[in-house]
């Protein structure tokens, strides 16, 4: 009798975004970096990709992809490369022990949301991907460990390999041509620093008018600050980025992200024709940051940007009512803000002309903080039989 099981996986996975940015690939096709990177893993109670992977010998046709309620062209290279990189695992389990149903074979079914804007600076593809090979693996039953399903991340997108862990997450670049030394690793648990918060002041919701890979072989083949960044820039950040996180030393984690979001942008707009991912904006962000600082005599803000005008500002839980309250006296009438927020009290007031930029710039806010890494889940997208759950 055939089998017609319907067999699913369901996993949510994080954002991450980085105070050590990646930018620039030696090797395009396997996703290496010029560079290794640190990122801070976000919380998936506010920003999280759900996705759920089935498979099935009554399933007919190619391998198909649900995102956000529309079907997804997944026949380019990097979201095949993920695949066929978790058939040939699952090949290998099946091969251990044939009495297993040879899921390997059969055609895949994903669903996939998002419970933020896709494509809009907000590290989309990170948490998409991570989510995809998590549940993926998960339908198969792999035996990999985080660190090796990163390998596979990377591969759809680099950033995604840091989605695979929670907490304080380093993707070394690695040396090999073949790439097995480019994964991401565990810097710190959560647990660790929980009292990371962020706060992200989106800009813009509209898809990005240079996507990230084409500008990074822009940078790399035109920028003159390019080779400065990572043979010196990144790896001393790298260095001072982990001694902060392991010492818990904000005022030290604050400036590396700043100081690597500059190079980062520079390095940007010294790209031929340049690149401008921040916008009028995104600097008066950075300049609400600038002072917040100043008023308080220390630094208990840090702004970081990635390829795209939205702003994310860390801080520690301990100054969130200078933090949230400064912000939400302009930024009161644009929605995302939690409960309690407008008892958020600070004395500081942001200049005028700081203050409406932002307030006619901002359409929204997001408050998080750091989180924990991919989580299976019986929230399922796809019903037993097979078709997409209609929410």
Same mark, same amino acid.
């Given at each position: 009798?055939?089998?017609?099981?319907?067999?699913?996986?369901?996993?949510?996975?994080?954002?991450?975004?980085?105070?050590?940015?990646?930018?620039?690939?030696?090797?395009?096709?396997?996703?290496?970096?010029?560079?290794?990177?640190?990122?801070?893993?976000?919380?998936?109670?506010?920003?999280?990709?759900?996705?759920?992977?089935?498979?099935?010998?009554?399933?007919?046709?190619?391998?198909?992809?649900?995102?956000?309620?529309?079907?997804?062209?997944?026949?380019?290279?990097?979201?095949?490369?993920?695949?066929?990189?978790?058939?040939?695992?699952?090949?290998?389990?099946?091969?251990?022990?044939?009495?297993? $149903?040879?899921?390997?074979?059969?055609?895949?079914?994903?669903?996939?949301?998002?419970?933020?804007?896709?494509? @809009?600076?907000?590290?989309?593809?990170?948490?998409?991907?991570? @989510?995809?090979?998590?549940?993926?693996?998960?339908?198969?039953?792999? $035996?990999?460990?985080?660190?090796?399903?990163?390998?596979?991340?990377? *591969?759809?997108?680099?950033? @995604?390999?840091?989605?695979?862990?929670?907490? =304080?997450? /380093?993707?070394?670049? %690695?040396?090999?041509?073949?790439? &097995?030394?480019?994964?991401?690793?565990?810097? /710190?648990?959560?647990?660790? #620093? $929980?009292?990371?918060? !962020?706060?992200?002041?989106?800009?813009?919701?509209?898809?990005?008018?240079?996507?990230?890979?084409?500008g990074m072989q822009q940078t790399v083949a035109t920028s003159g600050m390019f080779k400065e960044?990572?043979?010196?820039?990144?790896?001393?950040?790298?260095?001072?980025?982990?001694?902060?996180?392991?010492?818990?030393?904000? $005022?030290?984690?604050?400036? &590396?992200?700043?100081?690597?979001?500059?190079?980062?942008?520079?390095?940007?707009?010294?790209?031929?024709?340049?690149?401008?991912?921040?916008?009028?904006?995104?600097?008066?962000?950075?300049? !609400? &940051?600038? +002072?917040?600082?100043?008023?308080?005599?220390?630094?208990? !803000?840090? =702004?970081?940007?990635?390829? %795209?005008?939205?702003?994310?500002?860390?801080?520690?839980?301990?100054?969130? @009512?200078?933090?949230? %309250?400064?912000? +939400?006296?302009?930024?009161?009438?644009? *929605?995302? #803000?939690?409960?309690?927020?407008?008892?958020?009290?600070?004395?500081?007031?942001?200049?005028?002309?700081?203050?409406? &930029?932002?307030?006619? %710039?901002i359409t929204r806010v997001i408050q998080t903080g750091v989180g924990e890494g991919p989580t299976?889940?019986?929230?399922?997208?796809?019903?037993?039989?097979?078709?997409?759950?209609k929410r």
């Amino acid at each position: 009798m055939a089998d017609t099981k319907v067999y699913r996986a369901s996993t949510t996975a994080p954002v991450n975004i980085a105070v050590v940015k990646y930018w620039g690939k030696r090797d395009a096709k396997l996703n290496l970096p010029t560079n290794s990177s640190i990122s801070v893993t976000l919380s998936q109670d506010d920003l999280r990709t759900l996705t759920t992977a089935s498979t099935s010998a009554s399933f007919s046709g190619d391998d198909t992809l649900l995102l956000n309620g529309e079907a997804s062209d997944i026949s380019g290279a990097r979201t095949q490369a993920c695949l066929r990189e978790l058939r040939a695992r699952r090949q290998a389990v099946e091969a251990a022990n044939p009495d297993l $149903p040879k899921l390997s074979t059969y055609p895949l079914k994903l669903v996939s949301e998002n419970n933020f804007p896709t494509a @809009a600076g907000l590290a989309s593809s990170a948490a998409g991907f991570a @989510a995809l090979v998590r549940a993926v693996a998960d339908l198969y039953e792999l $035996p990999e460990t985080p660190s090796d399903l990163s390998l596979i991340a990377r *591969q759809g997108s680099g950033s @995604a390999c840091r989605s695979l862990f929670g907490g =304080y997450v /380093a993707w070394r670049q %690695g040396e090999r041509l073949d790439g &097995v030394d480019s994964r991401a690793d565990l810097v /710190a648990e959560a647990a660790h #620093w $929980p009292e990371m918060r !962020a706060l992200i002041l989106v800009v813009s919701a509209a898809k990005k008018g240079v996507s990230s890979s084409s500008g990074m072989q822009q940078t790399v083949a035109t920028s003159g600050m390019f080779k400065e960044r990572i043979t010196k820039v990144v790896p001393e950040n790298m260095r001072l980025m982990e001694q902060a996180i392991a010492a818990r030393d904000f $005022p030290k984690f604050a400036e &590396v992200t700043m100081r690597d979001s500059n190079s980062f942008h520079a390095t940007c707009a010294d790209t031929y024709p340049p690149i401008f991912y921040l916008n009028d904006v995104s600097k008066a962000a950075i300049r !609400a &940051v600038e +002072y917040i600082n100043a008023k308080a005599g220390k630094t208990i !803000a840090a =702004y970081t940007f990635d390829a %795209g005008p939205n702003a994310v500002i860390y801080y520690e839980e301990k100054d969130a @009512a200078t933090i949230l %309250g400064t912000f +939400y006296q302009t930024l009161s009438h644009i *929605q995302g #803000w939690k409960e309690g927020s407008a008892d958020a009290k600070s004395d500081v007031s942001l200049e005028e002309s700081v203050a409406s &930029v932002l307030k006619d %710039g901002i359409t929204r806010v997001i408050q998080t903080g750091v989180g924990e890494g991919p989580t299976k889940t019986d929230e399922f997208l796809i019903a037993e039989d097979g078709s997409p759950v209609k929410r």
